[in-house]
């Protein structure tokens, strides 16, 4: 069983507790058909090390390597869809760093051992600067990045809607935090992160950068 508090100090100055692999599966059981779907975003607002978005991504895939076992092409698009729908902030930079990694770590161990010769670098460099955006060092209350000691910067937080474009194409589209709560507030407020209503347009304006590219190559423009 992993520590659920790294010190005294951690949790009188940030509430950190983590939560147990228990607590953490029967809330997700709660939303079972969702854990599953490998577009369906979530984002855990005070992540931690990622305890609940790491277990996500484990059913994710698993649910991926169920249907795609030996379809390895799909496999691997899905896969790097379904790390682009898992967000995160915490306001611990050790948090943080910790968080990305596991997943990382998670995500490469499916990907190795189903794709085995199949597998490319260039997916893997994909997926780590996906994980760089989606987990971010800030303050989930004032929707600001923070710097080391965990103090406000002048930078708002900025999360990328990572959506599949046919078979081989993703589309990356950067919002800030603050913009998408308003957003999903006023029109949707039952929505996941980024939804939009089939009926209304596009909210260009909006987004602060956009583009379209092979899925192993997001990190070559971003
Ligand atoms: C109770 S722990 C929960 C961690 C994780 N969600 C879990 O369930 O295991 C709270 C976390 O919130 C972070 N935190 C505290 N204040 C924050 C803030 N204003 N913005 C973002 N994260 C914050 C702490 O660093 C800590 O990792």
Not at 22 to 30: F, G, H, K, T, Y
Not at 84 to 102: F, H, K, P, T, W
Request: glycine share 6%; charged share 30%; net charge negative.
């Amino acid at each position: 069983m992993t520590k659920q508090i790294k010190s005294r100090e951690r949790v009188t100055e940030r509430g950190e507790v983590f939560t147990a692999e228990r607590e953490v599966n029967a809330m997700l059981d709660l939303v079972k058909p969702e854990c599953i779907r490998p577009d369906s975003r979530f984002l855990e607002p005070a992540c931690g090390d990622g305890n609940f978005l790491s277990a996500i991504l484990e059913r994710k895939l698993a649910e991926l390597r169920r249907r795609y076992k030996s379809a390895h092409r799909s496999y691997e698009i899905h896969a790097v869809e379904a790390i682009g729908s898992l967000y995160g902030v915490d306001i611990m930079r050790d948090n943080v760093e910790a968080c990305r990694q596991r997943l990382f770590n998670i995500w490469d161990r499916e990907y190795t051992s189903l794709c085995k010769d199949d597998c490319s670098n260039d997916t893997r460099d994909a997926v780590r600067f996906i994980i760089g955006r989606n987990i971010i060092c800030g303050n989930a209350l004032t929707l600001m990045c923070v710097d080391e000691a965990g103090n406000d910067t002048s930078e708002p937080i900025v999360f990328s809607e990572w959506a599949l474009i046919g078979t081989t194409q993703m589309q990356r589209s950067d919002y800030t935090l603050s913009d998408l709560l308003l957003y999903r507030d006023n029109t949707n407020p039952d929505g996941n992160l980024f939804a939009r209503d089939d009926d209304e347009e596009d909210t260009e304006g909006v987004f602060l950068k956009r583009y379209t590219t092979h899925y192993k190559k997001v990190h070559q423009n971003g």
